[in-house]
């Protein structure tokens, strides 16, 4: 099972006590955004074999965000922030880097 850490309440949730949110770190367009960009914003999600970057609500706790790093194929766990967070921090781009030699953070658009 799926056990994440809240940023918030220091807790360590099982997925059970967590809803998922989907992918992390998404650029949200605002009102005058093209039909492309919205619809790019709306339907478009990666989909990787390896390093993630999720959005996760502790909905059985504090209620709060927070943003997750992990493995969808070994479902390891790097590392939670805070949802206000526009980029991961760099402990756990280390953290990932000296697992995944070569891995580097791309930044969505």
């Known amino acids: 099972m799926l056990t994440l850490k809240c940023p918030y309440c220091d807790v360590q949730a099982e997925e059970t006590e967590l809803h998922a949110g989907g992918e992390a770190h998404l650029t949200r367009h605002g009102p005058d955004s093209s039909d492309d960009s919205f619809e790019s914003y709306l339907f478009t999600r990666e989909n990787p074999k390896g390093v993630h970057f999720e959005r996760w609500r502790h909905s059985h706790g504090c209620g709060k965000w927070f943003h997750a790093a992990r493995c969808t194929m070994t479902m ?3 590392g939670t922030y805070p949802a206000q967070t526009t980029k991961p921090p760099q402990a ?3 953290a990932i880097t000296a697992k995944r030699p070569g891995w580097t953070w791309r930044e969505l658009s």
């Open 76 to 78: 390891e766990v790097f």
């Open 92 to 94: 756990i781009l280390d």
